[in-house]
């Protein structure tokens, strides 16, 4: 088993920024890949960006040169450093771990409004 933990969403202005952090605990094995997910209301999931163990990322093109992903492997953490959010980053972002089987955060709320 492994568990998630996010931290770092909430209500920002038009063209804020915003950090989260998703520190996993348990049965970690490596490589892995960590990502980021989001789910706005009546919206599926969709794939934000992605991490591997050895520090590949790759974005999804609504947040090229917004969003940075990173980790700190020794912690066990990846981050999501979010600048220029717009009103259209509102959503419930989810933090998910895979390495063979996958295992998903609580999910934090990022509210863009001003």
């Known amino acids: 088993q492994v568990q998630l933990v996010e931290s770092g969403g909430g209500l920002v202005q038009p063209g804020g920024s915003l950090r989260l952090s998703c520190a996993a605990s348990?049965?970690?094995?490596?490589?892995?890949?960590m990502s980021w997910y989001r789910q706005a209301p009546g919206k599926e999931r969709e794939l934000v960006a992605t991490?591997?163990?050895?520090?590949?990322?790759n974005y999804a093109d609504s947040v090229k040169g917004r969003f940075t992903i990173s980790r700190d492997n020794a912690k066990i953490t990846v981050y999501l450093q979010m600048n220029s959010l717009k009103p259209d980053d509102t959503a419930v972002y989810y933090c998910?771990?895979?390495?063979?089987?996958?295992?998903w955060g609580q999910g934090t709320q990022v509210t863009v409004s001003s």
């Open positions: 348990g049965n970690i094995f490596s490589p892995n890949v």
């Open positions: 991490v591997t163990s050895g520090g590949f990322s």
């Open positions: 998910k771990y895979a390495a063979g089987a996958s295992y």
